[in-house]
């Protein structure tokens, strides 16, 4: 434990080590990722996708380890004990912080699958990490908005598309497919000019979950619903680089998902989304409680 530092050096530690681990784990995973890409075998390919989630999460595990050399983060989690590693699950969480990430690695690694999460197109040109995304399966999305549709027609139904070849290649392997349903981080001022219903969350949006039930209904059978509290305030990525996040509690709760909501066409059935909408929207309302309840145990202990 290296807490007697300064909060700064210590943030500058935990920033070496995180680059040192990255770059020697990234360097690992380009091996098979690049087989993969020049041997176009489907089985080869599946092995090669295995080796790269363990590289993966070797990359996590070297992350837990300097995390446990420089921060003093007290953890409390209930509910990883239910994850399998063999299983494909929706990972719905709120989001707060970059920190999340992090906080979920550490909880789910070699307890579940590892968590793929969809990614904007440019992310793939990101220095060392942006390869290392392609070889372990993560989906690139170029998403268009309402308006650019509107000039484009031709374009409506292209990101299902991508969604369905992105989801396509995550049924040889067991994965957790993460989403950030809120789409952005939340914040006091966003959920005051959101007008949110929700005390601590935004409104949840749908598509990107409908477009994966679409695309995987009839593979995916688990919802993993993550709750994440920072009891002392949603920290920046330097403050937890730098120790001073002095707790984060998570409570994971896994339900069945709705048969009636897999294989359905986000695009086309409107049945569908109002009631993905009412499904997500009640899943907030217990999130909304549990976080509500969650700070304030923090402040009772």
């Known amino acids: 434990m290296l807490g007697f530092l ?20 990234a360097f690992l995973l380009y091996i098979p990722a690049l087989l993969k890409l020049i041997i176009p075998h489907q089985g080869f390919r599946v092995r090669c996708t295995r080796l790269i989630i363990w590289v993966a999460e070797n990359w996590v595990a070297g992350n837990k380890a300097w995390m446990r050399l420089t921060q003093r983060t007290r953890w409390q989690v209930t509910g990883a004990g239910e994850l399998e590693r063999e299983s494909w699950y929706l990972v719905l969480s709120n989001h707060q912080s970059w920190v999340d990430i992090l906080a979920m690695q550490w909880v789910f ?3 579940a699958p590892f968590l793929k999460f969809f990614l904007k197109k440019e992310l793939i040109w990101v220095p060392v990490i942006g390869l290392a995304w392609w070889g372990l399966d993560f989906p690139f999305m170029k998403r268009h908005s309402s308006k650019y549709l509107l000039r484009h027609p031709e374009k409506r139904g292209q990101d299902l598309a991508t969604t369905r070849r992105a989801c396509e290649k995550f049924r040889y392997t067991p994965v957790s497919v993460m989403n950030f349903a ?16 929700y005390r601590h969350l935004l409104t949840p949006k749908a598509g990107a979950v409908g477009f994966v039930l679409d695309a995987m209904g009839d593979a995916m059978e688990t919802l993993v619903d993550v709750t994440i509290a920072y009891p002392g305030g949603a920290p920046s ?8 996040v002095s707790e984060i509690r998570m409570e994971i709760h896994t339900h069945p998902i709705p048969e009636e909501l897999k294989g359905r066409n986000y695009a086309t059935d409107a049945e569908f989304r109002r009631q993905l909408k009412d499904w997500l929207g009640n899943l907030w309302r217990e999130k909304d409680e549990r976080l509500e309840r969650m700070l304030k145990e923090a402040d009772r202990d």
Not at 6 to 25: M, Q, S
Not at 185 to 191: D, G, N, T
Not at 237 to 244: A, P, V, Y
């Open 182 to 197: 809120e789409g952005t981080r939340a914040s006091p001022e966003k959920i005051r000019q959101q007008k949110s219903s």
């Open 109 to 111: 690694n070699r307890r």
């Open 237 to 244: 990525f330097w403050d937890f680089l730098c120790g001073r």
């Open 6 to 25: 300064p909060k700064p050096v210590i943030g500058v530690i935990a920033t070496t080590l995180l680059i040192l681990n990255t770059l020697v784990w």
